[in-house]
């Protein structure tokens, strides 16, 4: 698969998850698994993005309400990650 099929995989399985069509569960190992973009990136960018799912993780735990961790913002950063990574790989 090539990169830019990748991360059109990554930026379909943000958009399921805001329409709640896969769990956070499905979601976080899509991304994981994801690894030959993984390694064409940056170092950061395997620390920031397994940042964000720990996070993602965390918040599924409770209500919206409950945790400080807001799955809209979380997945709004997702996305910057995406667009990030599309200018970096050119």
Known sequence: M???QTLQLLQDSVEALRQSRISVAEF????RAQTALLASLP???STVMEDLLSRLE???LFTEESCS???IDLLTTLDMWLDNARQTLG
């Open 2 to 4: 090539s990169h830019t």
């Open 28 to 31: 976080c190992q899509t991304w």
């Open 43 to 45: 170092g950061p960018y």
């Open 58 to 60: 965390a918040g599924s």
């Open 69 to 71: 961790f807001s799955q």
